[in-house]
């Protein structure tokens, strides 16, 4: 998978767009409000994982290797 943080940024606002069509019925509303309550608990979990990564990244930044066994997804691979 190859997606990005400013690929969730560009859905984020598709969906916004999608919200300001004035000429929606309220089905297509109540189906457009069900869709960006989705997307917002799936972005929520994207930005959850990529702050962990970050601090995992501060960590070894300012510990170096020592932090390394107890950070498994960056450290090495047990074999």
């Not at 997606?3 to 919200?19: C, I, P, T, V």
């Not at 189906?31 to 994207?46: C, F, W």
Request: proline residues 3%; charged residues 35%.
């Amino acid at each position: 998978m190859k997606n990005k943080l400013s690929d969730l940024n560009n859905h984020l606002f598709a969906q916004l767009e999608r919200l300001e069509q004035e000429d929606l019925d309220a089905d297509a509303i109540d189906r457009e409000v069900k869709r960006a309550e989705a997307i917002v608990e799936v972005s929520d979990q994207v930005l959850r994982i990529a702050d962990t990564g970050l601090k995992a990244a501060k960590l070894f930044a300012e510990h170096g290797d020592v932090v390394l066994p107890h950070l498994p997804q960056i450290g090495k691979a047990d074999s």
